[in-house]
């Protein structure tokens, strides 16, 4: 007993403590649990505003820290007004839209205004911020105006709360016959190559079955050999089942009998499993739709869709952007009650399938055009050749396997005919989109406009006009003009005159064209080609790939003709480099070394201006020069900015390499800003010819708080390598830098030219064009 009772009052002991360390768990773990809970709600968002960006061409931008939080966003608010997500950044110009990145963690919108409240949400949360400064060139938003509250559920954009889905579903109760409130239903499956059905236990009921309906397909009654295609069903009492092609995962299976009364299931695929529905679910309305827009043509046009070129150099033109989109809904409900989350291309709705022999897309009219659909991507193209100018209409009418017959909407389809075509006549703001800020953007139409009209061939752009598109797609391009000969003078003049800030992106604007930029006016070249020349006139700003709303340098815009910036003229942030001696706008092929950009007066650099010659062609014509300043004009580098100069010259076919920058009659480059020249590589096939070129050559003056002068290479001996500035050039005592001849180099590498811009795609190196603190005296 003495035993026992030792045990028992170990026991009793053991209990107690094991009940007090699980109080004091307990109590721990509400504090932790307490703690966490406050720890998680005041550092933890669904997403984090970053930085934002004030009004530009499209609109203003917000970033977030991770793409991960960006595709969480589920709706946007300003002042209380939905927003709608668009898929172009084009589209936020008309007011009222927003886009999200594909590539960066950006909210791109709808331009705002000062003090508006900007209402973000995504599942768990609702995030609010008040706009500070719109126009902003940072940050536009107040960061400590942000605010977090969390949310049940969100549905576009607004917050509600959980509510059950009555999809599909009928308001009156089925009649359900007496028999089928056994549930003796079971579905039967006999593998990949068998026949699915539905076992029903009771024969009686079974040979009362008079239809099957699968989603929205009335199935028509057919011998069990044929149940393997979709649309067919047999009844079967030898083993008492009704048989039809196995439906697809959460379809729903609509059994009908003689006497009316229905049984209606939801069929649930990986567990074969039939999942009894106590209403019947209505057949949904189908509705079609043609998305998109077929991009004008011109009389003649090849390739309007498809590929053109030799098997090396061939290029897919896409000019139609349509897709034929469907969606399932309610009987009665309108096209403008749908949501725009609903609509699906076809090929990607597994209960709609088209009955191709019926279904059919057509285009109106005499055009020369037929019609092509992909059944793979419900992608609609044009193909031929556009015969006769006009407007044309292209619609669906499909008819699908349920027996549905619907007509999509009508989407128009524009041939013109350029000899008839005047510019003066189409570019104008009656022809133009206006976007928010009351400004408007000219998506060129059609996209080759040879003639210009008005007197002497001349037009001034509208000053209201802020963007000119030759198309939304790089590569793309709107043609303007024609070819001239070479050396031979532009016949049309395009004028952006004071007051007017325009933007051309994708175009092409042929050696017929001068551009003449106006005191007041700016124009900026993005993603463009210019075949013909530019002049810069007093108090006229030219840029070039430049991204302002972004606030960075892009690439895709090339000179082939010539930039002249006259007296007063202004330059900033351009990058401008030169294709003369590689593209041709005629069938004459060119050969020039002239100076890619030439100052003829008094001119002021702003920014990052960056000039590069063109490679020279096979024989004695040396690259390509980069700037010449002529008849002594005095060029001003401002403070912060630089302004560089890149001889042609990066290849074996040039022998003598290209002068950066030509200083003529005394010219002058001064100015609290830097100074960069890079002479071009040559490439000699013998010890007495190809030099490399010459960084600061002619006759001049230096005069830059901060200078990097670099000759170019040479591959055959040392004295032929490039100087850094020429016998008649000027370093004043004051410029601080480096000014280096050039090695002899074997190779075109990247780290034997270290200072020379030679991948356009990619800014300059700043980093090997350091200037160091010594002064360069003028030695």
């Not at 669904?46 to 061409?57: A, C, F, P, V």
């Not at 999509?408 to 000899?419: A, G, I, M, P, Q």
């Not at 030099?691 to 050559?697: E, F, L, Q």
């Not at 480096?738 to 030219?753: C, I, L, M, R, Y």
Request: charged share 25%.
């Amino acid at each position: 007993m003495l035993v026992e009772g030792n045990i028992l009052k170990e026991e009793k002991l053991e209990i107690r403590l094991k009940n007090v360390i699980l109080s004091m768990v307990l109590v721990f773990s509400l504090i932790f649990s307490t703690l966490s809970f406050q720890v998680m709600a005041t550092e933890q968002h669904s997403i984090d505003i970053t930085e934002s960006t004030g009004n530009g061409i499209f609109g203003c931008s917000l970033k977030v820290k991770t793409m991960e939080q960006l595709k969480k966003i589920r709706g946007i608010k300003v002042n209380g007004k939905t927003f709608t997500k668009v898929s172009k950044k084009i589209d936020l110009t008309s007011g009222g839209k927003y886009n999200l990145s594909e590539t960066d963690p950006d909210i791109f919108l709808s331009a705002v205004k000062d003090n508006d409240k900007i209402e973000i949400t995504t599942d768990t949360e609702k995030v609010t911020v008040t706009v500070k400064n719109a126009e902003a060139f940072g940050n536009m938003h107040d960061s400590d105006s942000i605010r977090y509250s969390p949310i049940n559920s969100v549905e576009d954009g607004n917050t509600v709360s959980p509510k059950p889905s009555t999809h599909g579903e009928t308001q009156n109760p089925p009649a359900i016959h007496k028999d089928t409130e056994k549930g003796k239903f079971t579905p039967v499956n006999a593998g990949m190559f068998g026949y699915f059905g539905i076992k029903i236990e009771s024969l009686e009921l079974l040979k009362k079955v008079n239809g099957v309906r699968v989603g929205s397909r009335d199935y028509v009654r057919d011998s069990k050999f044929q149940t393997w295609v979709a649309g067919k069903f047999a009844v079967e009492e030898e083993d008492s089942t009704v048989y039809f092609k196995q439906p697809d995962d959460g379809e729903t299976i609509v059994l009908s009998f003689d006497d009316g009364s229905k049984k209606a299931f939801k069929y649930h695929k990986k567990e074969n499993k039939l999942e009894a529905l106590n209403e019947i679910p209505k057949a949904k309305e189908l509705k079609v739709r043609l998305r998109g827009s077929f991009e004008p043509a011109v009389v003649g046009q090849k390739h309007y869709d498809g590929v053109s070129g030799a098997s090396s150099s061939a290029t897919i033109n896409r000019n139609s952007n349509v897709f034929l989109e469907a969606v399932e809904v309610e009987p009665g409900t309108k096209m403008s009650d749908i949501p725009e989350r609903d609509w699906k291309p076809i090929s990607e709705l597994n209960k709609v399938r088209l009955n191709a022999g019926k279904s059919k897309i057509s285009i109106s009219g005499d055009s020369g055009m037929k019609t092509i659909y992909s059944y793979l991507t419900s992608q609609v193209t044009l193909d031929g050749i556009p015969k006769k100018d006009g407007t044309y209409n292209v619609k669906a009418r499909v008819v699908d396997e349920a027996g549905r017959v619907v007509e999509s909407n009508r989407l128009e389809f524009k041939v013109y005919d350029t000899e008839k075509v005047k510019l003066i006549d189409r570019l104008k703001t009656d022809n133009a989109k206006r976007v928010q800020d009351g400004k408007y953007i000219w998506d060129m139409e059609p996209w080759a406009i040879r003639y210009f009209g008005g007197k002497d061939e001349t037009v001034t752009v509208p000053k209201d006009i802020k963007a000119w598109y030759g198309s939304h797609t790089s590569g793309t391009y709107g043609v303007l003009g024609y070819p001239v000969p070479t050396n031979a003078q532009p016949k049309q003049t395009l004028i952006v005159d004071k007051d007017t800030d325009l933007t051309l992106v994708n175009m092409k604007i042929l050696s017929s064209v001068k551009i003449v930029v106006k005191k007041g006016g700016r124009l900026n070249v993005m993603d463009s080609v210019i075949y013909g020349k530019i002049t810069v006139e007093d108090g006229g700003t030219l840029s070039m790939n430049y991204d302002r709303f972004k606030k960075k340098f892009v690439t895709g815009g090339s000179i082939v003709g010539t930039v002249e910036v006259q007296n007063g003229g202004i330059l900033e942030n351009a990058y401008i480099y030169s294709h003369a001696n590689y593209l041709a706008d005629g069938k004459e092929s060119r050969q020039t070394a002239e100076p890619v950009v030439k100052i003829l007066g008094d001119a002021t650099i702003k920014g990052q201006v960056h000039v590069k010659g063109e490679d020279s062609s096979p024989g004695p014509i040396p690259g390509q020069t980069g700037i010449s300043v002529e008849n002594g004009a005095v060029v001003t580098v401002t403070e912060g900015s630089v302004l560089a100069g890149y001889g042609g010259g990066e290849s074996a076919l040039t022998r003598d390499g290209g002068t950066g920058i030509l200083l003529q009659d005394g010219a002058k480059i001064t100015g609290p800003g830097k100074l960069v020249a890079v002479g071009g590589t040559g490439f000699g096939f013998s010890a007495h010819r190809g030099a490399g070129g010459i960084a600061v050559d002619g006759n001049g003056t230096v005069d830059t708080q901060k200078a990097y002068l670099q000759g170019g290479n040479i591959n055959t001996t040392e004295r032929n390598v490039g100087k850094p500035y020429g016998y008649g050039v000027k370093i004043t005592s004051k410029v601080i830098g480096v000014a280096n001849k050039g090695k002899v180099a074997t190779s075109f590498q990247p780290e034997d030219q270290p200072a020379y811009w030679k991948d356009i795609l990619h800014a300059p190196n700043s980093d090997a064009t350091e200037t160091g603190n010594k002064l360069i005296n003028g030695v």
